[in-house]
């Protein structure tokens, strides 16, 4: 972490966007491991990829490099398609049970 | 207290910061790191979504104030426009807005094992921005943020050179992605095509909504169209 490698934008070091970046994966991470309903837990995956996004883009304006950016845009589309199916097999769960926590779900198990 | 802000001030001075990007730094992060929290501890599912979209709104300002403009407006019209309307949209369809109570621990030592999980993770993650270094010194592949373009047009043109076998499998999973959303969310089969389902997977079916549900208006909406379709699909076999 070298002053060559810190981006001069605005003055603010990318080591900043890359902690807070870490602080909110760590909260995503924890939440998704604490809570149980399924539609909470989802959004934690939201917060983390958020932080990962964030993290790219630092990364980004920090190594002059649009690639960052361009990667971001993909995990953005991702990101729409895992919660389209996502909250596809949400409903196809909740249309049997009326309260599926996620400690409900052991239908698969053996 | 002192020494902690005379550093930032050093730090403040001698690398040009104008203070608008510095506060608006701080801003978006408290605003970022407050709505992750409430994310994970509102007991409400609505109050969760509503939460996310403040932590989007967080990011999306981050991103203006690293250059990139097209992400940020894209954060803002995919994420705050529409994967958060489909989450609010699902939990109202369903009616799953009721308070959980997130005192009670099901799990035995859940709580402690995920802070020491994240507690882990989080450390790791710290060492390894301490440890490692950022630049491998590779040449960029993908095109610089530097030049005179514009956000819109360096990014478009990096998809569409560079990066364009992965676009086109994006399309590809998009398609997939609603193509399975369509399957997954279709009922099971109704009075349409009744004539080509068996009676028996009707009738377990109906069972089953009877029995897992009562206090719930959707899923008696649901249970009470079930028999009337069952009779209708009985009907329709007398008269076919």
Partial sequence: MNAANTAINGGIPGEWYLALAAVLFAIGAFGLLIRRNVLVMFMCIELMLNAANLTFVTFANMLHDIGGQVLVFFVLVVAAAEVVVGLGIVVAIFRRRANATADDLHLMKG | ?240
């Fill in chain 2, 1 to 240: 207290m002192l020494t902690a802000a005379g550093a930032l001030f050093a730090a403040v001075s001698t690398s040009h910061v104008d203070y608008v990007s510095i506060g608006t730094f701080v801003v978006a992060a408290a605003i970022v790191l407050s709505g992750g929290i409430g994310v994970v501890v509102a007991r409400n599912p609505v109050h969760s979504a509503l939460m996310l979209v403040m932590t989007l709104f967080g990011i999306a300002v981050l991103f203006v104030l690293q250059r990139a403009d097209f992400l940020a407006v894209v954060q803002v019209i995919v994420y705050a426009g529409a994967i958060v309307v489909l989450f609010l949209f699902v939990i109202m369809f369903l009616g799953v807005d009721r308070e959980e109570n997130i005192a009670v621990e099901p799990l035995r030592g859940q709580r402690p094992l995920a802070v020491a999980l994240v507690a882990l993770g989080f450390t790791g993650l710290v060492l390894l921005a301490e440890v490692s270094k950022w630049t491998t010194g590779a040449p960029s592949v993908s095109g610089s943020t530097d030049v005179a373009a514009s956000n819109v047009s360096q990014i478009g043109k990096s998809v569409y050179t560079t990066y364009l076998f992965p676009f086109e499998v994006t399309a590809a999973l998009l398609v997939i992605a609603v193509v399975g959303a369509v399957v997954l969310a279709r009922r099971p089969p109704v009075a349409s095509n009744a004539g080509s389902v068996p009676a028996g997977e009707v009738t377990e079916d109906v069972t089953g909504d009877d029995g897992s549900v009562s206090d719930r208006p959707v899923e008696e909406a649901f249970a009470a169209s079930s028999p009337s379709e069952s009779t209708d699909e009985a009907s329709g076999e007398v008269t076919s």
